[in-house]
């Protein structure tokens, strides 16, 4: 946010030494020629060691904008950028809503997002999610349009290794073929050197059931001991991990299909801005509503969102969940509609409060669920995910973390719905 170069003049009165003794001048410090400044006795500043290493620098990441995405959401992001100015944008995937589509529909989402990105400033660096590159027909666009689908560049002494977590398209939990893991072993070798490696990729592959299929660990070894982090999208819900003593970084999203539920559950629009130090990455997450322009004003925006026209009217649905008698804090409950002819039932969830208290939300926070019959699910991990991607141990009994065996089902109603679960061995 700084800028380089800058030449800050300060005009101080004599010191108190120099005014008693009438013939004493004050000395002038310089720092690496940008900084003039006359130094006293006493100076009202900490010191003139400026926070602008000529190897240092800032740039911004975008997250997923896909996925029944919101309107007026990624162009603001745009126009954040342009506040910031940071050096260059780079993706973590999932930019258009993609999908079996008809080639003009395809190319009509593209237009519209290039349209967003052409408004940058500064460079935007593309990186494939599966909406973009997740069966035959989009990968083909996207190799059309951008050719390679993984690559890498260097910039100041650290290595950006952007990679495609669906190749081959349609790679369920996330997939690195033999070639791309080749790719990744040579540029990584080619750049031992590097001060840092920043890998964007779009699944958090680590997570997944098939992690030994999945090549990803193949590129970890080839990593090694050199510092690196990684950041992806995909599961719209901000989450640090840990793993080899790396951070790995699952961002929220800018724009993507999202309750919004707030930082307590991992779920906000923002830009990752970094500034890349001498000792690593130094991260903030900017919220896109924390940033204005000088004049207060909104950006006006024409981005439309996925249109909310089919969804359920919901009913608002407080409830208590306790286990034995006492609150299950932390507890995730599931309800799952029964029958109806929707094409993917309805699905409404919450997360247990200290008090025992959740509020149920399905489209947006705390919204309810629309009316029918349901069967719920709970779950209380401890801890609910831990620092390597693992679920912790659930404390409830197996029985409760599946609809067909929790016993527990739940009639929702128009109006406020009052819902009391209690739990036993």
Not at 273 to 282: E, Q
Not at 366 to 394: H, I, L, M, Q
């Amino acid at each position: 946010m700084r800028r380089f170069g800058m030449v800050f003049v300060v005009l101080c009165l004599l010191g108190a030494a120099v005014a008693f003794s009438g013939t004493s001048k004050p000395a002038v410090e310089k720092s690496a020629g940008e900084l003039t400044v006359q130094v006293e006795e006493r100076n009202p500043w900490t010191h003139t060691r400026l926070n602008n290493r000529a190897d240092e620098f800032q740039f911004a990441i975008v997250s997923d904008r896909t996925g029944s995405h919101r309107a007026g959401v990624f162009s603001r992001a745009v126009e954040t950028l342009n506040l910031l100015q940071p050096e260059f944008v780079l993706s973590v995937g999932d930019l258009i809503e993609g999908g079996n589509k008809d080639d003009k529909k395809l190319a009509t989402e593209w237009r519209e997002l290039d349209g967003y990105v052409t408004r940058l400033q500064m460079p935007f660096f593309y990186v494939p999610g599966n909406h973009d590159h997740g069966n035959a027909k989009t990968a083909g666009i996207w190799k059309e349009k951008f050719g390679t689908s993984y690559y890498h560049f260097v910039y100041k002494g650290v290595l950006f290794l952007c990679l495609n977590t669906d190749d081959p398209p349609g790679s369920g939990s996330g997939h690195l073929g033999e070639e791309q893991v080749a790719y990744a072993r040579n540029a990584l070798q080619a750049n031992r050197g590097v001060r840092w490696t920043i890998v964007s990729m779009h699944k958090p592959v680590w997570t997944s059931a098939k992690l030994r299929e999945s090549g990803w660990l193949d590129i970890e070894k080839a990593l090694g001991d050199r510092p690196y982090t990684v950041f992806v999208g995909h599961v719209h819900r901000y989450q640090k991990f840990v793993r080899n003593g790396r951070n790995y970084y699952q961002l929220a999203t800018t724009g993507g299909g999202s309750k919004m539920r707030g930082v307590s559950h991992g779920e906000f629009d923002h830009i990752v801005w970094v500034t890349m130090k001498r000792s690593g990455p130094v991260l903030a997450n900017v919220l896109l509503d924390a940033v204005l322009p000088e004049d207060l004003s909104t950006p006006a925006t024409d981005e439309p969102g996925v249109s909310t026209a089919r969804r359920k009217p919901t009913h608002r649905v407080r409830g208590q969940l306790l286990f034995e008698g006492v609150p299950a804090a932390r507890a995730y409950v599931v309800f799952q509609k029964i029958g109806g002819e929707e094409k993917r039932a309805v699905r409404a969830d919450g997360m247990v409060e200290a008090d025992g208290s959740f509020a149920l939300s399905t489209y947006t926070a705390n919204d309810g669920a629309p009316e029918g019959e349901y069967a719920v699910t709970a779950v209380w991990r401890k801890p609910f995910v831990d620092a390597a991607g693992k679920p912790g141990p659930n404390t409830l009994p197996p029985r409760y973390a599946k609809a067909e065996t929790s016993g527990l089902k739940v009639t929702i109603k128009p109006g406020l719905n009052e819902v009391v679960l209690e739990l036993h061995k």
